[in-house]
């Protein structure tokens, strides 16, 4: 049973910093692309960040870009959400999701992947 499982998530106040970590199990994900996205209340599920399976290409949102940092350990079938100067707009639950690598890869869209996490939820005071 293919799982991935957020963990890191919590309440920190406005400039401060959160490590997200996504857990995988039930196959090895080092050939998989990894994405984090995010869904505040009363809206839809935007994306964050995802990193190529080979650690090579990474991508950001505009929102976060110079912020936030993905990255992987695929010994450890982990992916990695380092957050700096958070703000209270990033207030969100946080999903983890990964697709196999390879082929035609529209990274910021959420149908283009097919296993997710539970979600972490982020909380950031003013």
């Known amino acids: 049973q293919v799982q991935l499982v957020e963990s890191g998530g919590g309440l920190v106040q406005a400039g401060g910093s959160l490590r997200l970590s996504c857990a995988a199990s039930?196959?090895?994900?080092?050939?998989?692309?990894r994405g984090w996205f995010r869904q505040a209340p009363g809206k839809e599920r935007e994306f964050v960040a995802a990193?190529?399976?080979?650690?090579?290409?990474?991508y950001y949102a505009d929102s976060v870009k110079g912020r936030f940092t993905i990255s992987r350990d695929n010994a450890k079938n982990t992916v990695y959400l380092q957050m700096n100067s958070l703000k209270p707009e990033d207030t969100a639950v946080y999903y983890c999701?990964?697709?196999?690598?390879?082929?035609?890869?529209?990274?910021?869209?959420?149908?283009?992947?097919?296993?997710w996490g539970q979600g972490t939820q982020v909380t950031v005071s003013s």
């Open positions: 990193i190529r399976w080979s650690g090579s290409s990474t």
């Open positions: 039930g196959r090895t994900f080092s050939s998989y692309n």
């Open positions: 999701a990964a697709r196999p690598g390879g082929g035609s890869w529209s990274y910021s869209s959420y149908a283009n992947y097919d296993y």
